[in-house]
């Protein structure tokens, strides 16, 4: 089994791939291991025991930022 901090780098290397998608680039911007470890075992420590159950937690805030960032593209114009 992966270790917390193997399933964050795995994430931000998600991130970083994912850059133009939606609401990832705040997460390269902004989030580094330390708080991608907080952010899905800070809210859901029993369940995130592998990549796909922390993607999962990391993909609800994203969705959240991706439409803040569509808002804000929308209203711009």
Request: hydrophobic share 50%.
């Amino acid at each position: 089994m992966a270790t917390r901090s193997e399933i964050a780098k795995q994430i931000l290397a998600h991130a970083e791939a994912h850059y133009e998608d939606g609401g990832w680039d705040v997460i390269v911007e902004c989030h580094d291991e330390a708080s991608i470890i907080e952010m899905v075992w800070g809210v859901a420590p029993e369940t995130a025991d592998t990549f796909e159950a922390a993607m999962a937690e990391v993909r609800d805030i994203v969705s959240i930022w991706a439409d803040r960032e569509a808002d804000a593209f929308n209203s711009a114009f």
